[in-house]
C-alpha cells in the first residue's frame, strides 16, 4: 500500500507564508514526479506545480515567482513553499505523486487526502 500524507494547511492573512509538506510511505520502487494541486469550491483542480526527481519543477502562471516546490529524495517527502499569499490561493491542496512500486513493479498516480489553505483578506 501507498500512502501520501500532506500537513501544514491553515488559515494565513493575506501576504503571509505557509509550508506545506507531504510524505510518501509504502512499498515504493522508485518516484518519478511529485507534484501539488488545489481545488476551490466550485472549481475543478487545478496544476499548482510539479518536481521531476531530476529537480526540474513547472509551475502554472498563477503561483509563478510565489511558490516554491522542492523534494527530499531520500525521505521521499515534497514541500510547497507559498508565499506572498492571495485570498484567490484558498483552496484544498492536494498531493500527487507518480510513483513505481515496489511490490507489483506497475506504475501509478497517488494522491493524498488535502489539506486545507485559507487566505484572509
Known amino acids: 500500500q501507498v500512502q501520501l500524507v500532506e500537513s501544514g494547511g491553515g488559515l494565513v492573512q493575506a501576504g503571509g507564508s505557509l509550508r506545506l509538506s507531504c510524505a510518501v510511505s509504502?512499498?515504493?520502487?522508485?518516484?518519478?514526479?511529485m507534484g501539488w494541486y488545489r481545488q476551490a469550491p466550485g472549481k475543478q483542480r487545478e496544476l499548482v506545480g510539479t518536481?521531476?526527481?531530476?529537480?526540474?519543477?513547472n509551475y502554472s502562471d498563477s503561483v509563478k515567482g510565489r511558490f516554491t516546490i522542492s523534494m527530499d529524495n531520500v525521505k521521499n517527502t515534497v514541500y510547497l513553499q507559498m508565499s506572498s499569499l492571495k485570498p484567490e490561493d484558498t483552496a484544498v491542496y492536494y498531493c500527487?505523486?507518480?510513483?513505481?512500486?515496489?511490490?507489483?513493479?506497475?506504475?501509478?498516480?497517488?494522491w493524498g487526502q488535502g489539506t486545507q489553505v485559507t487566505v484572509s483578506s
Open positions: 500527487n505523486a507518480n510513483l513505481l512500486t515496489g511490490r507489483t513493479f506497475t506504475w501509478g498516480d497517488y
Open positions: 509504502g512499498s515504493i520502487f522508485s518516484i518519478k514526479t
Open positions: 518536481i521531476h526527481r531530476s529537480g526540474v519543477t
